[in-house]
């Protein structure tokens, strides 16, 4: 066996708008450490909008493109998301940040009533039918709810406190059909039918080094069902 390829999913750049640039970091420095190739992929389409980060709010009137703005991540090596081919590649990880709930899918603005864009549809069921497997960090485990019904995840804890601000997610995925099954940050949680691998990331107020680690755990079992 070769060296492994992941296809990495981004969703632009900056945790309100687009993919958490610190989870994106762990997860290539992870698959950099396991020896296994990244292959960076955005839709290049329109964000949903700008969110000025000094701030929080939304900016008026001014566009960015989903591509173009993950390509700020990858140092430039990012594809367009029409181009994955499940073939040529061994596992598939889309990290987390409100992109995924606002470009990825419309679980920001619609909850569990959302719809996820055709691309990332389209390749999550690639990649299961294909029995490659999934891993999905902080609140990208809402897209195998959606996509792949009763599966296993885990977005952390369900009882919402100062350390879990987003458990509501939790309560929503177990009314999508999921079974959802606690977890601290440093943990991860394997649906070993759906090959599916999660862990909280950013959905914990936790240090940066325990997202950091528990990421590593997640690629690192991905890596391993590949």
């Known amino acids: 066996m ?17 993919s958490e640039v610190h989870e994106v970091s762990a997860v290539m420095v992870h698959l950099s450490r396991e020896g296994a190739q990244a292959e960076l992929f955005a839709p290049n389409v329109p ?3 700008v969110v000025n980060h000094a701030t929080g ?11 173009e703005e993950s390509a700020r991540i990858g140092r430039g090596n990012v594809k367009d998301l029409e181009l994955l081919n499940v073939k040529d590649l061994d596992a598939l990880i889309i990290p987390g940040g409100f992109g995924v709930a606002k470009n990825l899918c419309s679980w920001a603005s619609e909850g569990k009533d959302c719809s996820v864009s055709k691309g990332v549809e389209g390749a999550i069921r690639a990649f299961h039918a ?5 891993g999905l960090c902080c609140i990208a485990p809402v897209l195998a709810a959606k996509v792949l ?8 804890h369900d009882a919402e406190c100062e350390t879990w601000p987003y458990a509501q997610t939790a309560q929503a995925l177990k009314e ?4 959802h099954v606690n977890r601290n940050v440093g943990e991860i949680h394997v649906d070993p039918k759906h090959k599916l691998v999660t862990t909280s990331a950013f959905m914990c107020n936790a240090p940066v080094h325990e997202i ?3 990421i590593g755990k997640m690629v690192r079992e991905v890596l391993k069902m590949a």
Not at 130 to 134: D, E, F, V
Not at 176 to 179: F, I, P, Q, T, V
Request: a positive charge.
């Open 130 to 134: 294909a029995g490659k497997p999934l």
């Open 149 to 156: 019904p009763g599966c296993e995840v885990t977005v952390g």
């Open 212 to 214: 950091h680690d528990g």
């Open 47 to 49: 964000q949903k909008h």
């Open 57 to 67: 709010q939304p900016t008026e009137k001014e566009e960015r493109n989903i591509l």
């Open 176 to 179: 999508l059909g999921c079974k």
């Open 2 to 18: 070769g060296q492994k390829k992941v296809a990495v999913i981004l969703s632009g750049c900056g945790v309100y708008d687009g």
